[in-house]
């Protein structure tokens, strides 16, 4: 029997009813079912899953188990079921972990560059996977360790889409000395910098003027946010090189953001950025290759002059 968890970032005013779709899916194919707490939690408080179905009760289901944490995600747990966006992959990061567990992720939000499958496709790519008809997409992390140790950071110290450094409680630019291997680069007078992993470089590194690369590329993308220097680019590194960044600002603090988990450091602290030692699988379906997401998301394939 398989065994799948399903996480979700509840909105009461969106339609559950594709939801209620996944799980009549999985019960009729007896497969058993893990809900995230809170997530399950906030279903049972608002019952009525959607205005298109009224008269839906979540307790005419069974009971289903439920998880809190990383800590107690069962190991042998086979596809880890999000519904929502990008964000919400993002946030379902901190319960697999190293665990190895598949994401299957269902966009019910707007763009959706991790989350591929649309809730309209729902139940033709269920079917698909059952059948093991899908491939996994391997993405690389980044992951830093900061100098003093800061006990947030180091519980969770890994992102999928990136590292950012920003300014804190000021409008001023801040200094970051940045470096590869201790070999000195440059320092970025700007509102911040970016350290990108190629999933995250259609994500803010791309708004920033950074370029989009495949999944499967084995490196970092250093972007600067708004350099005072025009002359600055954006530069990929090899993954398989450190970075270490130092900041300075007229301000005591500076803040860090791992995907969308922020973090404020006293200026003095060292920051070391490497490859992290896990990789996380999404679920990938044919028809919603990197490619085609370029060409369903960003228009590519479009040009109203053919």
């Known amino acids: 029997m398989k065994k799948v968890a399903i996480y979700g970032y509840y909105r009461p005013e969106k339609s559950f009813t594709y939801l ?3 799980l009549d899916i999985l019960l009729k194919h007896k497969v058993e079912i893990l809900f995230q707490k809170d997530f399950y ?13 009224p008269e839906f009760l979540l307790k005419s289901y069974p009971e289903f188990q439920t998880f809190t944490s990383y800590h107690d995600l069962p190991d042998d747990t086979n596809v880890f079921f999000t519904y929502g966006g990008d964000g919400t992959i993002l946030r379902a990061l901190t319960y697999i972990r190293d665990k190895g567990i598949p994401i299957f992720g269902i966009n019910a939000g707007r763009l959706g560059f991790l989350a591929t499958v649309q809730k309209e496709q729902l139940e033709k790519a269920v079917s698909l996977y059952l059948k093991g008809q899908y491939t996994i997409s391997e993405r690389n992390l980044v ?3 900061t100098q003093p140790e800061h006990a947030g950071i180091q519980k969770m110290n890994f992102a999928l889409n990136e590292l950012v450094v920003n300014r804190k409680n000021t ?6 000395d940045a470096y590869i291997d201790d070999e000195y680069l440059a320092t970025y007078w700007s509102d911040g910098l970016i350290v ?4 995250g470089s259609t994500a803010y590194s791309l708004s920033c ?6 999944p499967e590329a084995m490196n970092f993308i250093i972007n600067p946010i708004a350099p005072h220097n025009l002359t600055v680019r954006p530069l990929v590194v090899p993954n398989e090189h450190h970075i ?11 803040l860090i953001s791992l995907d969308s988990r922020v973090y404020s450091l006293p200026i003095d602290t060292e920051i070391r950025v490497y490859t992290a030692p896990f990789i996380i699988k999404l679920i990938q379906f044919k028809e919603n290759s990197f490619i085609k997401t370029l060409q369903k998301k960003l228009l590519w394939a479009k040009d109203e002059r053919n």
């Not at 003027?209 to 495949?214: E, F, K, L, Q």
Request: no cysteine; hydrophobic share 40%; net charge neutral.
């Open 209 to 214: 003027g950074g370029p989009i690369m495949v």
């Open 20 to 22: 209620l779709l996944l």
């Open 196 to 199: 990108s992993t190629p999933t």
């Open 244 to 254: 270490k960044l130092k900041v300075s600002s007229r301000e005591p603090e500076f």
């Open 171 to 176: 409008t001023a630019m801040i200094n970051i």
């Open 41 to 53: 939690e906030k279903l049972l408080e608002h019952r009525n899953f959607s205005k298109e179905q």
């Open 143 to 145: 992951a830093i360790d």
